[in-house]
């Protein structure tokens, strides 16, 4: 999938949520999705709300990524490529 268009927003909010938990708008970044025309999330926010869930997980040699899978599966992985 090559990304929500903003006219799309409520279909990328809900998927957002039903994969993670919690509302995209924690993560929104508004510049980006200006930019681009598609939803966009701010990473660097996404990692931070991992770290404080999960802890430092790159002690234990994970990035992001593992943790996401670790977490919440390969599809959660499919997903958040998509907002970035």
């Known amino acids: 999938m090559n990304g929500f268009k903003v006219h799309e927003r409520d279909k990328a909010y809900i998927l957002f949520r039903e994969t993670f938990g919690f509302h995209i708008k924690y993560f929104y970044d508004g510049f980006s999705t200006y930019i681009s025309q598609k939803i966009c999330i701010d990473i660097y926010k996404f990692d931070d709300c991992m770290h404080e869930l999960y802890g430092n997980y790159e002690d234990d040699g994970k990035s992001l990524e ?12 499919e997903v958040l490529k998509i907002f970035i």
């Open 66 to 77: 593992n943790i996401v899978v670790e977490k919440y599966g390969e599809k959660a992985l």
